[in-house]
């Protein structure tokens, strides 16, 4: 999901832009911005936090199943 053909344009993403707090972020262009995304927008993939794993649920197994 990291390296998508049609990536979704957010200024989050882009190689000018610089996360602030509160969900704004700090363009090179543009200066202080809301999430979006404008026409020098330009993909870094190093940017991208991509989301946690679900939790494995050990539910289904007992104590004996985790001895040898």
């Known amino acids: 999901m990291l390296f998508r053909k049609k990536m979704e344009r957010s200024c989050e993403y882009c190689r000018f832009g610089t996360a602030l707090e509160g969900g704004r ?32 649920d050990f539910a289904q197994f007992e104590g004996e199943d985790f001895s040898l």
């Open 25 to 56: 972020v700090l363009c090179a262009k543009k200066g202080d911005v809301e999430i979006g995304s404008c026409r020098r927008f330009s993909y870094d993939p190093c940017k991208r936090v991509p989301p946690r794993p679900a939790a494995p």
